[in-house]
């Protein structure tokens, strides 16, 4: 009896394995079918239509506008825009921190205005591993790109 009992063990193990392949198979297969119908070939699908029809030509009058000096407007003053002094910021990249906490802490001394924007940025200079701990004193008016330099440790 005992030796039944673990031939049908043995074979609901099999049977469970084989069906497992079967669905994993399957879904890469589905995935792989899937990235290959790329119509390359159809142009049927799409008109290509040429540039130099795609591209609208207006051609727009600029009025002549006769100003009488009586009547002219006299512009009021405008306030001049304040210029805020750059002044340093001190700031400490512990050991361990991720560039994600990096940005997060310059966000806090209002040297970046968005964390996103900086993690893309370090990225798309290929320094996302060359952020390096320290402490750091920068203008406050510093580019994002010159500060990514100084926190990888390199020239531009």
């Given amino acids: 009896m005992e030796k039944i009992k673990d031939y049908l063990y043995d074979i609901s193990d099999i049977l469970l394995s084989l069906l497992l392949i079967a669905v994993i198979s399957i879904s890469i297969t589905y995935k792989i079918t899937d990235a290959f119908t790329i119509k390359i070939f159809n142009p049927a699908s799409e008109p290509v ?34 210029v805020k002094p750059s002044t340093k910021v001190n ?25 996103n924007e900086f993690i893309v ?7 996302g591993n060359k952020l390096r701990s320290g402490t750091f004193n920068v203008p406050s008016d510093i580019p994002m790109d010159d500060l990514i330099y100084i926190i990888a440790g390199k020239k531009r």
């Fill in 91 to 115: 700031f400490e990249v512990n050991s361990g921190l991720t560039g994600y906490n990096i940005a997060e802490l310059l966000l806090e001394k209002d040297l970046i205005s968005n964390v």
């Fill in 121 to 127: 940025r370090v990225e798309e200079l290929g320094l």
């Fill in 49 to 82: 239509i040429p540039v130099s029809e795609q591209i609208e030509v207006v051609e727009v009058e600029t009025p002549i506008i006769e100003e009488n000096p009586a009547e002219a407007e006299i512009e009021e003053p405008v306030d001049p825009i304040e």
